[in-house]
């Protein structure tokens, strides 16, 4: 993670005294809602932490159950829910019961950086594909059809993605899963950011078959990111494999944030998280253009996430020297593309609009500034 270091170099910037403006990291910066707080210290005045089921509480997975039939209009057992340590540890744990020593995962470059790591922990070998505008920075059939190999046994997407913010529609999923699953493999989709989206027109890849893994986050939507809690809903002949991989590793999950999760689907809840989402949008909408105005390369809007994945070859051919001097010079934080992959990577940067309209309308007029002078 090159971001880590712009983000700790931000630390020492700002206990210098100097004003930051913080376009880095993918962390919500509202905090976490009052009823889930107020669920927490309901928890903590109890006293009582025991180990909870390895899958999750069961009201827990019920609760996620039910999300899914009210938000998605999809039917989900509970029991085909495994409760994580964040979805890191679901993605660990669908590696751990998916791949062998040796086996090939498809995923996107760019793409979430940790994803090859998953794979690798499990002895995989993570297989990046170069994605760009023209798919929309996704995987799609024919790249399928492209790139897969004997030794290919799945595939890994994410919509809305990380770091670009496009999504997979209804039709292009179906189109995936078919050709993942006529190829023997299985289709892992990283959905942590859906609920995050602003197309309106967002549906789980769940709606199209039961045969998919799908890993969600309490992380971004429900910004719950310290707390460390996320889910799988896997198809129901792997929840045994899932639960004694996770017994193993884990143990069980944060009994606290359980509770303080599941305050997260009440319906006070539910429209605190709901005025945040468009305020997202509100920033996203702002961002772009402003950031088009600058020079920088927007060729697909994202519709999802917070991010805008921009093309910056314009000033610089090296985006992490380009990032490391805004941070110093402008005091503006981007995260290099090289984080995200190698693919065209020195012609990117990631702005996170994870800052109110103020702090953005301040980062855009610092980097104006810089870029004209």
């Known amino acids: 993670f090159h971001v880590v270091e712009i983000f700790n170099r931000v630390g020492e910037l700002e206990r210098a005294g100097h004003s930051v403006v913080n376009l880095c990291i993918g962390e919500p910066d509202f905090p976490t809602a009052q009823p889930m707080l107020d669920a927490a210290i309901k928890s903590l005045q109890s006293g009582r ?41 679901a993605l660990l744990l669908t590696m751990g019961v998916l791949i062998s020593p040796g086996d090939e995962v498809l995923l996107t470059d760019p793409g979430y950086p940790c994803n090859h790591q998953f794979i690798r922990a499990m002895g995989g070998k993570p297989v990046g594909v170069p994605v760009d505008s023209d798919s929309n920075y996704q995987l ?3 790249l399928i059809e492209q790139h897969w190999a004997a030794q290919t046994t799945a595939a890994l997407v994410a919509s809305p993605a990380n770091p670009t913010g496009t999504m997979i529609h209804a039709d292009q999923m179906a189109k995936l899963i078919e050709a993942v699953h006529g190829r023997g493999g299985r289709l892992i989709v990283d959905e942590i950011y859906l609920a995050l989206n602003y197309s309106g027109a967002a549906k789980t890849a769940l709606a199209l078959s039961d045969d998919v893994f799908i890993i969600n986050s309490f992380s971004k939507y429900f910004q719950m990111t310290g707390w ?11 929840v045994k494999a899932i639960e004694r991989l996770s017994q193993n590793l884990f143990i069980s999950n944060s009994a606290i944030a359980q509770h303080a ?12 998280l709901e005025s945040r989402r468009k305020e ?22 994202p519709e999802g996430a917070f991010y805008v994945y921009a093309d910056s070859s314009t ?22 593309g090289i984080d995200f992959g190698t693919h065209h990577a020195n ?3 990631r702005f996170s609009y994870c800052a109110s309209l103020e702090q953005l309308g301040e980062g855009v007029a610092r980097l104006k500034r810089y870029l004209q002078h």
Do not use: M
Not at 287 to 299: C, N, Q, R
């Open 347 to 349: 012609r990117h940067v």
């Open 228 to 238: 460390r809690l996320g889910w799988i809903v896997a198809p129901s002949g792997y």
């Open 140 to 142: 799609d059939a024919a």
């Open 49 to 89: 932490f025991p180990y909870t089921p390895s899958l999750g509480i069961p009201e827990l997975r019920s609760a996620i159950s039910t999300f899914y039939w009210d938000r998605y209009q999809v039917n989900i057992a509970p029991e085909r829910i495994a409760v994580t340590a964040g979805a890191s540890a």
């Open 261 to 272: 999760a599941l305050a997260g689907f009440e319906p006070r809840t539910l429209q605190i």
């Open 280 to 301: 997202f949008q509100a920033r996203r909408d702002y961002l772009i253009p402003a950031l088009k105005d600058l020079g920088f390369g927007v060729p697909v809007t």
């Open 315 to 336: 000033f610089s051919d090296d985006s992490y020297r380009f990032a490391w001097d805004l941070l110093e010079q402008a005091h503006v934080a981007v995260t290099p």
